[in-house]
T-cell receptor
C-alpha cells in the first residue's frame, strides 16, 4: 500500500500571500489530521477531518482552514501568510480515527515565508 | 484536558548505552499511548504503542509499558546504536479526541 503523500514538499511564499497544501491518505483511510511542526512549539494539532467533516480543531486562527474531499484527500489553506507560519506541515491518516488506531504520517511540506 | 509531558533533551549517549526517555500523561478517559520517531528530514513513524493498562509495546529493541497507576509510558532500550539517533515523541489519544504529542526528545548516539 502506498503511504501518505503530501504535495508540494517545499514551498516558498511571501508575507500576505496564501497557500494550499495537499494530502493524500493511505487507501481506505477516512481520517486525516494536520499538524504544524516548528522548532520552538513542537508538534501542534491543526484539525482533523473524517468523512468530509471537521471532527476536531486545534487552537489556530481562522487563517488556517481545511477541507476533505469524498475520496478522503485533504487540503489545508493558509491565507494572509505571516513569517511565523514558516514550518513543516505534516498530514497523518488513519482508518477511522478511533483511539486505538495508529496515525500514519506523510513526509511533510516545508513552508518558508519570506 | 489531555496532555503529554516528555523528558526534555537533547540526550547524548555512547553506543551500547541504556536509554530511558520519560513520558507521563494526563487524560480524562482511557487513552492509547504511542511512541513515534522522526529521522532528519522525514515525517513521524510509529515506533510502538499500547492500548490498555499494563500492555507492553515493543519494536526494534525498544519497549514501553502502559502504567496507569503512575500515568507513565517510559521508552527504554537496552543497547542503543548510532542509527537510533532521531527525535522521539510520546503521544496519546482518547476516544473521540485528537492526538496529543509531547515536545519531542532529541537523541544522539555517538560511536
Amino acid at each position: 500500500k502506498a503511504g501518505v503523500t503530501q504535495t508540494p514538499r517545499y514551498l516558498i511564499k511571501t508575507r500576505g500571500q496564501q497557500v494550499t497544501l495537499s494530502c493524500s491518505p493511505i487507501s481506505g483511510h477516512r481520517s486525516v489530521s494536520w499538524y504544524q511542526q516548528t522548532p520552538g512549539q513542537g508538534l501542534q494539532f491543526l484539525f482533523e477531518y473524517f468523512s468530509e467533516t471537521q471532527r476536531n480543531k486545534g487552537n489556530f486562527p481562522g487563517r488556517f482552514s481545511g477541507r476533505q474531499f469524498s475520496n478522503s484527500r485533504s487540503e489545508m489553506n493558509v491565507s494572509t501568510l505571516e513569517l511565523g507560519d514558516s514550518a513543516l506541515y505534516l498530514c497523518a491518516s488513519c482508518p477511522s480515527g478511533t483511539y486505538q488506531e495508529t496515525q500514519y504520517f506523510g513526509p511533510g511540506t516545508r513552508l518558508l515565508v519570506l | 484536558g489531555d496532555s503529554v509531558t516528555q523528558m526534555e533533551g537533547p540526550v547524548t549517549l555512547s553506543e551500547e548505552a541504556f536509554l530511558t526517555i520519560n513520558c507521563t500523561y494526563t487524560a480524562t478517559g482511557y487513552p492509547s499511548l504511542f511512541w513515534y520517531v522522526q529521522y532528519p528530514g522525514e515525517g513521524l513513524q510509529l515506533l510502538l504503542k499500547a492500548t490498555k493498562a499494563d500492555d507492553k509495546g515493543s519494536n526494534k529493541g525498544f519497549e514501553a509499558t502502559y502504567r496507569k497507576e503512575t500515568t507513565s509510558f517510559h521508552l527504554e532500550k537496552g543497547s542503543v546504536q548510532v542509527s537510533d539517533s532521531a527525535v522521539y515523541f510520546c503521544a496519546l489519544r482518547a476516544t473521540g479526541n485528537q492526538f496529543y504529542f509531547g515536545t519531542g526528545t532529541s537523541l544522539t548516539v555517538i560511536p
